[in-house]
């Protein structure tokens, strides 16, 4: 009976180990703008530089880390740990030139002359570009159209 007790013990003492360090993985944190890495500073600066940062968080979920940066003008990016932008969202603006490769402002221009791209996503093996017009296009990694949604 006393092992069952001290088994119980110890089972809910390790339950709670775990749970505290497992919270403590999973968490966003505000963070001063100029913590932001020297890289995601730059980028900003470069293709945001009429725009101030509202606000600005690190994101920890388990292993991964990245960043978030809100725009006074309301324009929402996201940057991996290593400073790479992950997505950029001006909702219905138009994202500045040099964030997307020319061949894909190109294809924008060439099929949809009277929109243009608001949204940016980057991910691992393509690239999903939001157009003022509703549609989605999608470009994989040698930025050839794959795909267009609705």
């Known amino acids: 009976?006393?092992?069952?007790?001290?088994?119980?013990?110890?089972?809910?003492?390790?339950?709670?180990?775990?749970g505290y360090y497992l919270s403590n993985l999973v968490h966003d944190k505000a963070?001063?703008?100029e913590s932001l890495?020297?890289?995601?500073?730059?980028?900003?600066?470069?293709?945001?530089n009429e725009e101030n940062i509202a606000f600005s968080k690190?994101?920890?979920?388990?292993?991964?880390?990245?960043y978030e940066v809100i725009l006074t003008d309301g324009t929402k990016l996201e940057f991996r740990r290593n400073?790479?932008?992950k997505e950029i969202d001006r909702h219905h603006d138009r994202l500045p030139g040099g964030i997307i490769p020319q061949e894909v402002e190109t294809k924008i221009t060439?099929?949809?002359?009277?929109?243009?791209?608001?949204k940016v996503e980057k991910g691992s093996r393509d690239m999903e570009v939001d157009?003022?017009?509703?549609l989605e296009l999608k470009f994989d990694k040698r930025n050839n159209l794959i795909g267009i949604d609705r």
């Open 1 to 18: 009976m006393l092992k069952k007790i001290a088994l119980a013990i110890i089972a809910l003492v390790a339950a709670g180990t775990a």
């Open 31 to 33: 963070i001063d703008p």
């Open 37 to 48: 890495p020297e890289s995601v500073q730059s980028f900003i600066n470069t293709h945001f």
């Open 58 to 66: 690190k994101d920890r979920d388990f292993l991964k880390m990245s």
């Open 83 to 85: 400073g790479e932008w």
């Open 110 to 118: 060439e099929l949809y002359p009277d929109s243009f791209a608001t």
């Open 131 to 134: 157009l003022a017009n509703g």
